[in-house]
């Protein structure tokens, strides 16, 4: 439901998918941690099977497409904006799942230029 481009490295896990996923979801701020919270995510953790959603992407034919790579992103139930957190440019956001390896990294880089909010017409 979220086609966009996203990082997902510094390390890719090939072979069987970990049924229970935990680790750390963290905001970091100049030297400190402004938000930490573990999660939990993986298929026992999730409403729908990986063979369900597996079967919803494939059906269709664009996504049936010679030398694509799909890669499935566990999601998970922990929202700094819930907790009352504006991210601000700068910010360094991680994951960390030892089942994956070294800790995912992003710093969010604010693009100065402005939005154009997007509106749509009826017919």
Known sequence: SKLRPAAFGPEILLGDLPRNL???????????????????????????????????????????????????????????????????DGDLFEIEASDFGMPLRNRLVVNEETSIPTTVCAL
């Not at 992407?57 to 009352?84: C, E, I, N, W």
């Open 22 to 88: 935990r680790g750390t979801s963290r905001i970091h701020r100049g030297d400190r941690v402004i938000w930490e919270k573990a999660f939990a995510s993986g298929e026992t953790n999730m409403s729908h099977s990986l063979a369900n959603l597996e079967h919803h992407h494939f059906k269709y034919d664009q996504f049936r497409q010679p030398g694509d790579v799909h890669v499935h992103m566990f999601g998970t139930a922990t929202l700094s904006f819930a907790d009352g957190i504006e991210a601000i």
